[in-house]
């Protein structure tokens, strides 16, 4: 056991852990979080876990470091670089102990450690060293298992050679690690009985509006409110593609504030071949939105999850079904399955529609001049009356009579509108992620 004079026994530790974990609620990320963070108040080093994502292929990582928080932070900074926030590719060791089931004990060198690591993980160490003169680091991982799977790692990292580690550490290492594998499976059957609930009420959601209404595109907004009222999806929007393949436009939104609405973008923003894999749509549709998302006016939505649906009519995609997250989010593929049926279902929306277009055009009365134009590109872009006077160095309220002026003889409804009817009659340029 570890030393009793320094720190608490292997079987303290256990119990300790215990009786945080019962306490978790039925989230992964609270888990592993309330895990490491415990952990590396009892027993010092940087604690981190790893937990397999859906797609195998990929893991979210929680890391904690109560006394050396340097440490713990660049340790997620480097996962960051590698992957994303919270997010890495199982490879590595974490992939060696999962693979074999066998726990993982011993000192290593750091510039072996650094060789143990991908190309691009290496290049990043090398060029950001850790806090602190490192020479070695001991390392403890082992497998996180329930049921007779394993789910993924628990791993102590130590590089200030605070206590010699020791095969004999496994095990209340181990005995930690498959209960929080059992708080993790516990939180993954209660989120897919969140889901099962959600699928019953979507699918009555949309047989009550096919039964009782007439208006695909009240119908797209019902399908849409249904989605963004999931626990694990802050906005959703159905872009559909013009019939000319000019542009996409957004037909239903469910963002919670106005950024996104009335957005048109170019046709180099077309969503990829029907016949492309899910992975492969999903990180090209990714980089689209991602893109989008970079524009001065969505900045402040703060998305770092965007998952998008294909709406296939037949063998042709008529547009996607996308949606959002504040935080990151690996959906399983039950949950998968069910936004693909809701996709299903807008598409059968769109493909019994008598109306020529479910994007809705109106007329401008008025053009405006290069000066208005100006005003139009900054407002669509998310600025205020008193930014756009500070750019264009006028007064706020010269910019408010223009935009007074503007909504005048175009007869818009109001700003948001003001700018959908700037970009129809082509005034301004759909915004662009450069």
Same mark, same amino acid.
């Not at 906005?235 to 000019?246: M, P, Q, W």
């Not at 965007?306 to 995609?317: E, F, S, T």
């Given at each position: 056991m570890l030393a009793m004079s320094r720190y608490l026994t292997g079987l303290e530790l256990v119990a300790a852990a215990n009786v945080e974990l019962a306490r978790a609620p039925a989230d992964i990320d609270a888990v592993l979080t309330l895990a490491t963070s415990t952990l590396s108040r009892l027993r010092p080093g940087t604690w981190v876990a790893v937990v397999m994502n859906p797609d195998v292929s990929t893991s979210r990582v929680v890391v904690a470091d109560d006394r050396d928080q340097a440490m713990a932070q660049y340790v997620?900074?480097?996962?960051?670089?590698?992957?994303?926030?919270?997010?890495?590719?199982?490879?590595?060791?974490?992939?060696?102990?999962?693979?074999?089931?066998?726990?993982?004990?011993?000192?290593?060198?750091?510039?072996?450690?650094?060789?143990?690591?991908?190309?691009?993980?290496? @290049?990043?160490?090398r060029a950001n060293p850790p806090p602190g003169p490192i020479s070695s680091i001991d390392i403890a991982i082992v497998p996180m298992r329930v049921g007779g799977a394993t789910l993924g790692t628990l791993g102590l990292l130590d590089?200030?050679?605070?206590?010699?580690?020791?095969?004999?550490?496994?095990?209340?290492?181990?005995?930690?690690?498959?209960?929080?594998?059992?708080?993790?499976?516990?939180?993954?059957?209660?989120?897919?009985?969140?889901?099962?609930?959600?699928?019953?009420?979507?699918?009555?959601?949309? @047989?009550?509006?096919?039964?009782?209404?007439?208006?695909?595109?009240?119908?797209?907004?019902?399908?849409?409110?249904?989605?963004? @009222?999931?626990?694990?999806?802050? @906005?959703?929007?159905?872009?559909?593609?013009?019939?000319?393949?000019?542009?996409?436009?957004?037909?239903?939104?469910?963002?919670?504030?106005?950024?996104?609405?009335?957005?048109?973008?170019?046709?180099?923003?077309?969503?990829?071949?029907?016949?492309?894999?899910?992975?492969?749509?999903?990180?090209?549709?990714?980089a689209r939105m991602n893109g989008i998302t970079r524009l001065p006016r969505l900045a402040r939505e703060g998305f770092?999850?965007?998952?998008?649906?294909?709406?296939?009519?037949? #063998?042709?995609?008529?547009?996607?079904?996308?949606?959002?997250?504040r935080t990151l989010v690996e959906w399983d593929e039950e949950r998968i399955q069910f936004f693909e049926a809701v996709g299903s279902l807008v598409a059968t929306t769109i493909g019994t529609s008598t109306r020529p277009n479910l994007v809705t055009r109106r007329t401008c009365r008025a053009a405006l001049n290069e000066f208005d134009s100006e005003i139009l590109r900054l407002i669509s872009?998310?600025?205020?009356?008193?930014?756009? #006077?500070?750019?264009l160095h006028r007064s706020a309220s010269a910019i408010k009579y223009h935009v007074r002026r503007m909504l005048e003889?175009?007869?818009?409804?109001?700003?948001?509108?003001?700018?959908?009817?700037?970009?129809?009659?082509?005034?301004?340029?759909p915004p662009t992620d450069g």
């Open positions: 997620k900074d480097y996962v960051a670089t590698i992957d994303g926030p919270g997010r890495v590719p199982t490879i590595g060791l974490s992939q060696q102990v999962i693979e074999s089931g066998i726990p993982l004990i011993k000192k290593v060198d750091f510039d072996d450690l650094l060789k143990m690591l991908s190309p691009a993980a290496e @290049a990043y160490c590089a200030r050679s605070r206590d010699d580690l020791a095969e004999r550490d496994a095990d209340w290492m181990q005995i930690v690690a498959d209960r929080i594998a059992l708080s993790v499976d516990y939180a993954r059957l209660f989120t897919r009985a969140i889901v099962s609930a959600a699928v019953i009420d979507v699918v009555r959601t949309f @047989a009550l509006a096919y039964r009782h209404g007439d208006d695909p595109q009240l119908m797209l907004a019902a399908m849409v409110e249904r989605v963004t @009222a999931q626990p694990d999806v802050d @906005a959703a929007d159905i872009v559909l593609l013009e019939k000319d393949g000019s542009e996409l436009v957004i037909a239903a939104t469910g963002f919670r504030s106005a950024q996104l609405r009335n957005l048109r973008v170019s046709p180099r923003w077309a969503p990829p071949e029907h016949h492309a894999t899910r992975r492969d749509f999903n990180r090209r549709l990714s770092k999850t965007v998952m998008g649906i294909p709406l296939l009519r037949g #063998a042709r995609m008529v547009g996607t079904l996308n949606l959002y997250s872009e998310g600025y205020t009356n008193k930014e756009i #006077a500070t750019q003889n175009t007869e818009a409804a109001n700003r948001t509108d003001l700018v959908r009817c700037a970009l129809q009659e082509g005034w301004i340029s």
